[in-house]
């Protein structure tokens, strides 16, 4: 009834925008990321164009749109990121809290980026930088993408084995348990089923918020006479890195931006997108500052404090500090995250790899319908999952791997990002606003040191580091990623006119194959051989550090 | 059920769901020109990825990406011819296919009984505003 009183009342614009063309994506590689969206909580018609002036409707829009950037966001609070977290908290009590903080913000800037590259696009992230990077960084991309999420994808299920292991689970038991279900969510090619079980699964990550509760009246100990342990300064610098590295990680671009395609999210749809980053990012720091105080506050007059193992004994010591109930929503945060974050990495190689070799991968596609990207993913989950049974399996050096590959990987994938989210080619009328690229360009310089040092810190783990030479570096880098960022967007000159066009939300990027070759900048130009001396010089790092260990042995 | 589609009401769909669905993939393959230019060339006979590439003057590596598209809607396949890799149409009824689709965009098919998809069109361009 509603609906035909509007119709009366805008009569004019309705008519209109019925027969605006839809926003469809031309470059889209598989037909089930065409169609309607059917989310966990609401569907939305592919042939609904018109404007929504009731609130209920768009609530009713935004609530079947979310899903990507809430799933992406809150599996960042995976194994890893619980670990640190809670190292962060016990070790250093809410010294590095306003890091978070930065994080979320820094982690919003990112995943709006590439979730407006999906919706315009509809092309993967892969994709993108294969067409317009070329073959070698795209396929450098790519092999970096799979190495480091086979690597993360081990450190959930080493995750989960911990979290299991604390109610007496053997890991026999808990992992071959943990990758049967990994395999099955997504396997009836129903993409609200999955939807709902990732909803499930972050609907459980607020068992954080009891566990501040719990850690905000801890059980009063007798004063413990233990001297205060001195954390030196260089492992402070390695931490708050190592913070920032488990934090942003490069999965996280290649899964939102597949993940807004399969859902056949629209440019028509992007502020409803945007709202879902924003929710994501909010619950991000809702669990994590969750987890980081709870730790501080239930160790802050412990002779734990300053005495992190790993997650599974923190587990243990949070049920002597706050209580039996405190220890075991710990053990089911930590198991959750991992599951939730697993899930997602996964995904993120699987529609990658189909991206990149044009075979069908989408959610609604079933295990027969699309065996490639069921096999792919299954393949990874029991291949990680097999690692961590082998017995003396050296997981420590997975772990540090993991943090020094992500190092080397993360600033790529955000030079990456910057230069497609300015190319006019690509994003017509969607290119990044010049705030924007000041904001996003700072955060890649920064981000590119902080990145350097942590693998620098990784290799060479006594070499001499501390906070005065740090600030210089990040300050330094800041001022001239923002110097970079405005160039980036003189080039743009069209810029500030192109967001007010009038065709801009049926803007789609033409057939990606047809689109000329970038426009060779200055400012391009700059960012590749940036990326290109970084590259040269982890790599470097690498190679020094190997052939130290083979000269030592 | 706000707006239903037109092709519910009319008619009983003779397929079933699922191979429409598999119908439909097919011509997903076909919905974008550059694949459907590959197809034209291979109309012709098996070609080289190299061959395309220098016919079509388009980039390689789309191409070969293009193919891999095809591919993986059974639209080609490769063959080993020596020590080549050459790509042809995956069998006859592609062939029919695509015939049969150049003949109807260039307006030689004959009607049938039951042809109503023109006037629909002209209803929907009268409806369209002025300007």
């Not at chain 1, 075991?328 to 945060?333: K, P």
């Not at chain 1, 290109?532 to 260990?549: H, P």
């Amino acid at each position: 009834m509603n609906d035909r009183r509007d119709t009366i009342e805008l009569g004019a614009d309705v008519t209109q925008a019925w027969f605006t063309p839809s926003a469809d994506r031309r470059s889209l590689l598989d037909r089930a990321h065409r169609g309607d969206i059917v989310g966990a909580l609401g569907r939305v018609s592919s042939a609904d164009a018109g404007p929504r002036p009731l609130y209920r409707r768009r609530i009713a829009a935004l609530l079947a749109i979310m899903g990507p950037g809430v799933i992406v966001l809150v599996a960042d609070n995976d194994a890893g990121g619980i670990s640190t977290y809670a190292q962060v908290g016990q070790d250093y009590g809410l010294r590095f809290l306003w890091l978070l903080v930065v994080m979320a913000g820094v982690l919003l800037v990112n995943q709006e980026m590439v979730g407006r590259l999906g919706a315009v696009t509809g092309a993967g992230h892969a994709r993108l930088i294969y067409e317009r990077f070329g073959r070698r960084w795209g396929a450098f991309a790519l092999g970096d993408l799979l190495t480091v999420n086979f690597l993360v994808i081990v450190t959930e299920f080493i995750g989960i084995a911990l979290a299991l292991g604390y109610f007496g689970v053997s890991r026999y038991i808990s992992v071959p348990l943990a990758a049967l279900v990994l395999i099955a969510l997504p396997l009836a090619g129903r993409f609200r089923r999955w939807e709902r079980a990732m909803y499930l699964l972050v609907a459980t990550s607020f068992v954080a918020v009891p566990l501040l509760v719990l850690a905000y009246h801890p059980t009063p100990l007798p004063p413990v006479p233990a001297g205060p342990r001195h954390l030196a300064p260089e492992s402070t610098v390695f931490m708050v890195i190592a913070l920032i590295g488990t934090t942003v990680a490069p999965w996280q671009l290649f899964f939102q931006q597949s993940n807004v395609v399969d859902k056949r999210i629209t440019a028509r749809w992007l502020r409803y997108e945007l709202a879902d980053t924003v929710t994501g990012t909010l619950l991000f720091t809702l669990g994590a500052v969750a987890i980081l105080v709870a730790c501080a506050l239930a160790f802050a007059a412990a002779p734990f404090h300053g005495a992190f193992v790993d997650a599974s004994t923190v587990a243990g010591e949070l049920r002597n500090q706050a209580g039996q109930w405190a220890g075991a929503l710990f053990a089911v945060a930590l198991l959750n995250g991992s599951i939730l974050g697993a899930g997602a990495v996964t995904l993120s190689a699987s529609y990658a790899i189909g991206d990149v070799t044009g075979t069908k991968h989408s959610l609604h596609r079933s295990w027969r319908d699309a065996p490639k990207f069921h096999g792919s993913y299954a393949a990874i989950v029991v291949l990680a999952a097999a690692i961590v049974l082998i017995p003396k399996a050296p997981l420590g050096i997975v772990t540090t791997g993991v943090q020094a590959l992500a190092g080397v990987l993360l600033p790529s994938a955000l030079v990456f990002l910057l230069l497609l989210c300015n190319d006019r080619a690509v994003l017509g009328p969607w290119v990044n606003a010049r705030w924007l690229n000041v904001i996003a360009a700072t955060v890649v310089a920064v981000l590119l040191v902080l990145s350097g040092l942590l693998t620098i810190s990784t290799l060479f783990p006594h070499a001499e580091n501390n906070w005065l030479v740090t600030a210089i570096l990040v300050i330094s880098a800041g001022v001239l990623g923002a110097l970079f960022g405005l160039r980036l967007s003189s080039q743009n000159v069209a810029s500030p006119a192109g967001r007010h066009l009038p065709g801009k939300p049926v803007w789609t990027m033409p057939p990606i194959e047809t689109l000329p070759p970038p426009a060779r900048s200055t400012t391009r130009t700059i960012a590749l051989v940036v990326l290109r001396a970084y590259l040269l010089l982890a790599v470097l790092a690498v190679v020094i550090k190997i052939v130290g260990l083979i000269a030592a042995s | 059920m706000r707006q239903s589609s037109p092709g519910h009401a009319a008619g009983e769909p003779h397929l079933s769901e699922a191979v429409a669905e598999r119908l439909a993939d097919v011509m997903f393959a076909l919905s974008t020109p550059s694949r459907v230019l590959i197809l034209g060339c291979l109309l012709e006979g098996p070609r080289s990825v190299g061959d395309l590439t220098s016919i079509l003057s388009m980039e390689q590596s789309s191409v070969s990406h293009q193919l891999r598209v095809l591919r993986e809607h059974t639209l080609v396949r490769a063959e080993r011819v020596g020590r080549q890799r050459v790509y042809a149409l995956y069998d006859e009824h592609v062939v029919t296919l695509l015939r049969a689709g150049l003949r109807h965009v260039e307006g030689r098919g004959q009607p049938t009984a039951s042809d109503s998809a023109r006037p629909v069109l002209g209803d929907r361009a009268a409806g369209l505003p002025a300007g």
